[in-house]
């Protein structure tokens, strides 16, 4: 059971006694973020008739955005918002029973209830707005991608091999099932494979996989005979089939293939893959693709996240289109670097874009070649801010979805802290939130 409509939990007085600086940036966040709007659409992820009483909805909000604008965990935004008066503000939560208003682990909660379409819902919502009071404007789009990583330990065959006997593991003991291999062996035969020379580790995969292989089989038919409940039962196929995998890529490897295709890097984040994006530095990175474009001013237009690592020149048509319906209107111009580059693109692009800088100067008039070259300069600067700084730099949720949720709200942190960083004359005026109902 939830509410739909909340109320500002603090007076004028209360206000006057303890806000004294107006420039703050939650102060500033705090007026032009629609709350009523986003809180009534993630309403829909509760039953609003039956069931406990929720917690806030504009809290839970509140609390969200803080954790990804300060970079916190959820036990430290809880904390903060206990003994800061500006994050009480701004997350609308009253003194009274401050000190025990929330747990940690309903914010976590949270994010899992409204998923990836939730959190889309809050940075969809704050965008639009400042996009119709002007702040985003449509002027050019700037394209490029590069890699969410995932929160994973650097990936080896044999590590692969000795964390799936801990899946198996941990699925025998949900089930009452004794384990049915030699747990002393492995352990042994995991000691002295991290004991040995660099050269030497190699001859440990067929150990591992010798074992591995006749548990796999063994674990199948568990499936095949007990009568698990159905959801254990789902969850074994699950787990059987991503040790399938893992199974035809050991056996790749140990024929000596190098190139495995759909390769899995992790048994936590199957969704990870090894990129590379032609730095020096690191070589490889494991995780999914993100494919961004920012306007000329950094804000951050567009976000996607793919599986593994499609090309550049495939999606360069639909991130026009999702630019587009963002903006609702194409850029008078759009700067890639060569990755995105084929005549195909040129041409299908020159059909919705007047001008299109795709890495070479011929590509455009000599008046605008100094802005194509410099906003091709500027998009790396930005992708170099949002990864060190606003949270793009690795994934913390697990698999795709928390991929997403992590994307979303990494983009609205993101353009809000962009926000907070215009000069003051470039701020929205009180009459554009008056028009928008969210202010006077």
């Known amino acids: 059971m939830i509410e739909q409509i909340f109320t500002e939990a603090?007076?004028?007085?209360?206000?006057?006694h303890n806000i004294n600086d107006s420039k703050n940036e939650l102060v500033i966040l705090r007026t032009i973020i629609p709350w009523q709007k986003i809180t009534s659409r993630?309403?829909?992820?509760?039953?609003?008739?039956?069931?406990?009483?929720?917690?806030?909805?504009?809290?839970?909000?509140?609390?969200?955005?803080?954790?990804?604008?300060?970079?916190?965990?959820?036990?430290?935004?809880?904390?903060?918002?206990?003994?800061n008066r500006y994050i009480q503000y701004f997350c609308n939560v009253p003194d009274k029973k401050l000190q025990t208003f929330i747990n940690p682990s309903t914010i976590c909660t949270f994010r899992k209830r409204i998923g990836a379409e939730g959190a889309a819902i809050i940075e969809k919502e704050v965008f639009n707005f400042l996009r119709k009071t002007g702040v985003i404007k449509n002027d050019a789009?700037?394209?490029?991608?590069?890699?969410l990583?995932?929160?994973?330990?650097?990936?080896?065959?044999?590590?692969?091999?000795?964390?799936?006997?801990?899946?198996?593991?941990?699925?025998?003991?949900?089930?009452?099932?004794?384990?049915?291999?030699?747990e002393k062996y492995i352990k042994k035969?995991?000691?002295?494979?991290?004991?040995?020379?660099?050269?030497?580790?190699?001859?440990?995969?067929?150990?591992?996989?010798?074992?591995?292989?006749?548990?796999?089989?063994?674990?199948?038919?568990?499936l095949e005979e007990v009568p698990f409940l159905i959801k254990k039962l789902e969850s074994g196929r699950q787990l059987s089939e991503l040790l399938n995998l893992l199974d035809d890529q050991t056996v790749q490897k140990l024929r000596g293939q190098k190139n495995i295709k759909n390769r899995i890097v992790s048994l936590d984040e199957v969704d990870a893959r090894p990129i590379k994006k032609g730095k020096s530095h690191p070589p490889c990175e494991f995780g999914t693709t993100l494919q961004v474009s920012f306007n000329r001013d950094g804000f951050m237009i567009t976000t996607e996240n793919f599986i593994g690592t499609p090309g550049d020149k495939t999606l360069f048509i639909n991130t026009l289109e999702l630019y587009r319906e963002r903006m609702k209107g194409y850029a008078k111009k759009a700067v890639t670097d060569l990755g995105y580059r084929s005549l195909n693109n040129m041409k299908e692009g020159k059909e919705k874009i007047e001008?299109?800088?795709?890495?070479?100067?011929?590509?455009?008039?000599?008046?605008?070649?100094?802005?194509?070259?410099?906003?091709?300069?500027?998009?790396?600067?930005?992708?170099?801010?949002?990864?060190?700084?606003?949270?793009?730099?690795?994934?913390?949720?697990?698999?795709f979805e928390g991929d997403k949720i992590w994307t979303s709200l990494s983009?609205?942190?993101?353009?809000?802290?962009?926000?907070?960083?215009?000069?003051?004359?470039?701020?929205?005026?009180a009459d554009s939130l008056v028009k928008l109902g969210l202010y006077g």
């Not at 929160?151 to 065959?157: E, L, M």
């Open 10 to 16: 603090f007076l004028e007085e209360w206000i006057k």
């Open 42 to 83: 993630l309403s829909r992820f509760y039953n609003i008739k039956k069931g406990r009483q929720a917690k806030s909805l504009r809290i839970l909000l509140g609390l969200v955005i803080v954790s990804k604008l300060r970079l916190l965990s959820d036990e430290k935004v809880v904390q903060q918002a206990k003994e």
């Open 141 to 147: 789009q700037l394209i490029d991608s590069t890699v």
């Open 149 to 182: 990583e995932d929160n994973i330990i650097y990936p080896t065959d044999v590590q692969l091999l000795y964390k799936s006997f801990a899946k198996m593991r941990q699925f025998a003991k949900q089930n009452d099932l004794p384990v049915w291999w030699d």
């Open 189 to 222: 035969l995991w000691r002295m494979y991290n004991l040995a020379k660099s050269k030497e580790k190699i001859n440990y995969l067929w150990d591992f996989y010798l074992v591995f292989a006749g548990t796999v089989n063994i674990f199948q038919n568990y």
């Open 355 to 399: 001008t299109i800088f795709m890495g070479r100067v011929e590509d455009v008039p000599d008046e605008i070649q100094s802005f194509c070259k410099k906003a091709r300069s500027a998009t790396e600067g930005f992708i170099a801010v949002a990864k060190t700084w606003r949270g793009f730099g690795r994934s913390l949720y697990k698999g």
């Open 411 to 429: 983009q609205l942190a993101y353009n809000l802290h962009k926000f907070i960083q215009l000069d003051t004359n470039e701020k929205i005026e």
